[in-house]
């Protein structure tokens, strides 16, 4: 998996299919704090800070954006 960030957040590259996926903002911020070792848990906590968003609605986004990476074969590499 290579990541390029864009200006409106990332293109995520599965190198074994070819397959792009489009990140927004928050999908890179997600992968980067999975990446530095926080939990689910923490990352919507730190987001719900930033955003002053429900917790309990950015962790179930959160987990619904990491069920489309793990049906891509995707979330080893995180």
Do not use: F
Request: net charge negative; hydrophobic share 45%.
């Amino acid at each position: 998996m290579s990541i390029a960030p864009t200006e409106y957040g990332a293109i995520l590259l599965d190198k074994k299919t070819g397959t792009y996926w489009n990140l927004t903002e928050t999908g890179l911020q997600l992968i980067t704090m999975l990446r530095q070792g926080m939990s689910v848990s923490e990352v919507a906590i730190a987001l719900g800070q930033e955003y002053e968003a429900p917790v309990e609605l950015i962790e179930q986004d959160l987990l619904a954006l990491l069920k489309e990476l793990e049906k891509a074969g995707l979330t080893h590499e995180l």
